[in-house]
């Protein structure tokens, strides 16, 4: 697995309403800007546990903002 939103600058036209539920979900793999008050993937997920934290922030985020690339790894 990949998480695609992986910038701030990426991030400036998306869909996150600064929820706040990915970073708090999966804090070393997600944080807040707060220039553009967005959350974006500053560490990609490399172990299986990783994975699945990513995965339950992109299954939870209310407005699908988190993307992936579809691999197991
Ligand atoms: S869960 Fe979605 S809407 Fe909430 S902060 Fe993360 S990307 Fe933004």
Request: net charge negative.
């Amino acid at each position: 697995m990949r998480a695609l939103c992986e910038s701030p600058a990426s991030r400036a036209a998306s869909s996150c309403i600064d929820c706040g539920l990915c970073p708090s979900t999966a804090p070393s793999h997600f944080r807040r800007d707060d220039e553009i008050g967005q959350s974006f993937v500053f560490r990609q997920p490399e172990t299986a546990e990783e994975i699945a934290l990513c995965r339950e922030a992109l299954e939870g985020c209310p407005t699908e903002s988190i993307g992936e690339d579809g691999g197991d790894t």
